[in-house]
């Protein structure tokens, strides 16, 4: 089955930048998409299409991808962006969506 | 604003099948306007990260995540504005917090999970 690949944790300090990849075979065709999910709530969506950014979502949260990896960028953190963090998309037929095994991002 | 809200009868004993609902308010289940909704369960066990279930569009075609094995069935009913999910066949590793959500498509492509549940427990427990 299809797999999306994320490190299970990224670090760093108040105001610096987090970076955030994702790893999958089917990316360079498919769309991916980001979520962030704070402790006892539902997904909020961050990034869809790679880069889009959805109405209310601060601009610090953007998205890339390259080939074959996808990467959400926040841009000067804040303490209230430390959540786990989900990378979504297809498998190469387009029709079952995946989910990344999440990346805890901790604000130090 | 669209509120989406899950409800289901309680536990579940391994063998059964779970059955939940979805009740929809701020948008009709079936959307004839330029976008087109899609509507999924999610999952998601405790301490664990998400999975996605399957998914009902608005003609009413399905697709199921295969790693499910044909246990999974949704339908939606728009006159009470609701969805709804049946798990057969069900076992602990089936037990998580069920989330319903709203995709947004336009043009032909995904807008992402823009709405969801607070998602409801279900324990698969003799």
């Known amino acids: 089955s299809y797999e999306l690949t994320q490190p299970p944790s990224v670090s760093v300090s108040p105001g610096q930048t987090a970076r955030i990849t994702c790893f999958g075979d089917a990316l360079p065709k498919q769309y991916a998409y980001w979520y962030q999910q704070k402790p006892g709530q539902a997904p909020v969506l961050v990034i869809y299409?790679?880069?889009e950014r959805p109405s209310g979502i601060p601009e610090r949260f953007s998205g890339s991808s390259s080939g074959t990896t996808v990467t959400l960028t926040i841009s000067g953190v804040q303490a209230e962006d430390e959540a786990d963090y989900y990378c979504q998309s297809a498998d190469s037929s387009g029709s079952c969506w995946v989910f990344g095994g999440g990346t805890k991002l901790t604000v130090l | 604003q669209v509120h989406l809200q899950e409800s289901g009868p309680g536990p579940v004993k391994p063998s059964e099948t779970l059955s939940l609902t979805c009740s929809l308010s701020?948008?009709?289940?079936?959307?004839?306007?330029?976008?087109?909704?899609?509507w999924s369960w999610i999952r998601q066990p405790a301490g664990k990260g998400l999975e996605w279930v399957g998914r009902?569009?608005?003609?009413?075609?399905?697709n199921y995540n295969p790693a499910l094995k044909g246990r999974v069935s949704m339908s939606v009913d728009s006159s009470h504005n609701q969805l709804s999910l049946n798990l057969n066949s069900v076992t602990a590793a089936d037990t998580a917090l069920y989330y319903c959500a709203r995709e947004s498509f336009w043009s032909g492509y995904s807008h992402g999970f823009d709405y969801w549940g607070q998602g409801i427990l279900v324990t698969v427990s003799s």
């Open positions: 701020g948008a009709p289940v079936f959307n004839d306007s330029l976008s087109s909704d899609y």
């Open positions: 009902i569009d608005t003609s009413g075609n399905t």
């Open positions: 299409k790679d880069s």
